[in-house]
């Protein structure tokens, strides 16, 4: 048998408004007749339909998770891990996600979203320097939580520790004889490639050396400068190509292999970020691998605590490993 509002209401002989109040726990009932209803919905598992939870406790039951438009992005392995992570957690809290396509070329959805009470809270899965999201997001009324350190006081994020693995990768390879690295990186707006750019110089500076400047490329991700950079960092001695993800790194290796370049033989090889891109690539990649799954899931329960009153913190996940694989033997 179906249950509804009314027909609890009915069989309990009190209004459907009352019954409403004792299951939202909102309103003025007395303690007797909450006890009453909720021990009959419990004897006949009665759940709430989406539309009657999202009155009764005025929330949509969504969360938005905002993505970049770049149709690019979408095809990386990080972001769909990540949004497996989200959308897995958010199962639990009985929440729905909502993607949202907005970045520094324009943020109409989000705006949209927010200003017709969609959703309840919003991740923002990157972070870029001076960021029409988040700063459209710091004048709303709403809670949200930042994929990357926005190196801003004030913005709550939950971030990997990029700055701290890209450093201790640095200095694996040091230890390993190599000295010598050309470092191919993402475009400068984005956060997470200035945090890697630090990890990279710090590592040779922990290693009494000096990152050679004149070997750092960035904003290669679509460039087309990619086969002369690679051609200039070997002539000029490099012994191993540092990319700051998987992406980069799936290109660099391509080029490689159509200029006759092999890895690791004529030219080492590693990635600041690991995925299925690589783990399965010939030669296998030396990379650094992080758990995406595990922060988009961080930044989920974090959202839902300071829905339930809490207040949001931000926090670095510092677990990461290091595969070591042949592409640096």
């Given at each position: 048998m179906s249950h509804t509002l009314d027909s609890i209401a009915k069989e309990l002989g009190l209004s459907k408004t009352t019954v409403?109040?004792?299951?939202?726990?909102?309103?003025?009932?007395?303690?007797?007749?909450?006890?009453?209803?909720?021990?009959?919905?419990?004897?006949?598992?009665?759940?709430?339909?989406?539309?009657?939870?999202?009155?009764?406790?005025?929330?949509?039951?969504?969360?938005?998770?905002?993505?970049?438009?770049?149709?690019?992005?979408?095809?990386?392995?990080?972001?769909?891990?990540?949004?497996?992570?989200?959308?897995?957690?958010?199962?639990?809290?009985?929440?729905?996600?909502?993607?949202?396509?907005?970045?520094?070329?324009?943020?109409?959805?989000?705006?949209?979203?927010?200003?017709?009470?969609?959703?309840?809270?919003?991740?923002?899965?990157?972070?870029?320097?001076?960021?029409?999201?988040?700063?459209?997001?710091?004048?709303?009324?709403?809670?949200?939580?930042?994929?990357g350190n926005p190196m801003e006081e004030g913005v709550p994020y939950v971030d990997h520790d990029n700055e701290g693995a890209a450093s201790r990768m640095i200095e694996t390879l040091i230890d390993a004889g190599i000295t010598r690295m050309a470092l191919i990186g993402g475009g400068e707006n984005i956060n997470v490639t200035l945090s890697r750019l630090e990890g990279f110089k710090k590592g040779f500076i922990n290693k009494g050396l000096k990152a050679d400047e004149s070997l750092i490329f960035l904003n290669m991700h679509k460039s087309a400068r990619m086969d002369s950079v690679l051609k200039e960092s070997i002539a000029e001695g490099a012994e191993c190509i540092v990319c700051m993800d998987d992406m980069l790194c799936n290109s660099v290796l391509n080029c490689l292999h159509n200029d006759g370049i092999s890895v690791p033989e004529d030219i080492k090889l590693c990635s600041f970020y690991d995925s299925n891109l690589l783990s399965t690539s010939k030669p296998s990649i030396t990379s650094l691998y992080f758990d995406a799954k595990k922060l988009g899931g961080q930044c989920l329960e974090i959202l839902m605590r300071n829905l339930d009153g809490e207040s949001i913190t931000s926090q670095t996940l510092t677990d990461f490993n290091i595969q070591m694989r042949d592409s640096t033997l």
């Amino acid at each position: 048998m179906s249950h509804t509002l009314d027909s609890i209401a009915k069989e309990l002989g009190l209004s459907k408004t009352t019954v409403s109040r004792a299951i939202s726990g909102k309103g003025r009932i007395s303690e007797e007749t909450r006890k009453k209803v909720n021990e009959y919905i419990k004897e006949i598992n009665y759940r709430p339909s989406a539309v009657a939870r999202s009155l009764a406790s005025n929330r949509t039951y969504n969360v938005g998770l905002v993505v970049p438009a770049d149709s690019a992005l979408g095809e990386m392995p990080y972001f769909q891990t990540l949004m497996t992570g989200v959308c897995d957690r958010a199962m639990e809290f009985e929440y729905d996600v909502l993607i949202i396509l907005a970045d520094n070329d324009g943020i109409a959805a989000l705006r949209h979203a927010v200003s017709n009470r969609k959703i309840d809270a919003v991740i923002v899965s990157r972070c870029e320097r001076d960021s029409k999201v988040i700063n459209f997001l710091k004048e709303s009324d709403i809670p949200y939580i930042v994929v990357g350190n926005p190196m801003e006081e004030g913005v709550p994020y939950v971030d990997h520790d990029n700055e701290g693995a890209a450093s201790r990768m640095i200095e694996t390879l040091i230890d390993a004889g190599i000295t010598r690295m050309a470092l191919i990186g993402g475009g400068e707006n984005i956060n997470v490639t200035l945090s890697r750019l630090e990890g990279f110089k710090k590592g040779f500076i922990n290693k009494g050396l000096k990152a050679d400047e004149s070997l750092i490329f960035l904003n290669m991700h679509k460039s087309a400068r990619m086969d002369s950079v690679l051609k200039e960092s070997i002539a000029e001695g490099a012994e191993c190509i540092v990319c700051m993800d998987d992406m980069l790194c799936n290109s660099v290796l391509n080029c490689l292999h159509n200029d006759g370049i092999s890895v690791p033989e004529d030219i080492k090889l590693c990635s600041f970020y690991d995925s299925n891109l690589l783990s399965t690539s010939k030669p296998s990649i030396t990379s650094l691998y992080f758990d995406a799954k595990k922060l988009g899931g961080q930044c989920l329960e974090i959202l839902m605590r300071n829905l339930d009153g809490e207040s949001i913190t931000s926090q670095t996940l510092t677990d990461f490993n290091i595969q070591m694989r042949d592409s640096t033997l």
